[in-house]
């Protein structure tokens, strides 16, 4: 059964920093892709970072390169998301989620929500000013 779930969300302060973790079942860590979206109040839900399981490449928001970096554990079967320097407008529900497959060269990356299969309940991450 594919299964996605979350932690570590909370509440923090601009500067400050925070790790996201995203356990699958052995099955969806087996997708093509994972990555992290998220979805402020009012605002579409956006594609963060990702990662090829083939190549291990990954992709970066242009707003969150170099402050956040997305590393999977295959030991756990765990996708993580290490963010550090929150900003206000980072605060948003972050989620995980999983494309089962997906062409083009190992920099390609599905950008739109409705290109992938699988993601989990979401975490609240929250940054104070």
């Known amino acids: 059964q594919a299964q996605l779930v979350e932690s570590g969300g909370g509440l923090v302060q601009a500067g400050g920093s925070l790790r996201l973790s995203c356990a699958a079942s052995a099955s969806t860590y087996a997708s093509a892709i994972m990555s992290w979206f998220r979805q402020a109040p009012g605002k579409e839900r956006e594609l963060v970072s990702a990662i090829r399981w083939s190549a291990s490449t990954t992709y970066y928001a242009d707003d969150v390169k170099g402050r956040f970096t997305t590393f999977r554990d295959n030991a756990k079967s765990t996708l993580y998301l290490q963010m550090t320097d929150l900003k206000p407008e980072d605060t948003a529900i972050y989620y995980c989620?999983?494309?089962?497959?997906?062409?083009?060269?190992?920099?390609?990356?599905?950008?739109?929500?409705?290109?992938?299969?699988?993601w989990g309940q979401g975490t609240q991450v929250t940054v104070s000013s």
């Open positions: 989620a999983a494309a089962r497959s997906y062409g083009g060269s190992v920099f390609d990356y599905p950008m739109r929500w409705n290109e992938y299969h699988y």
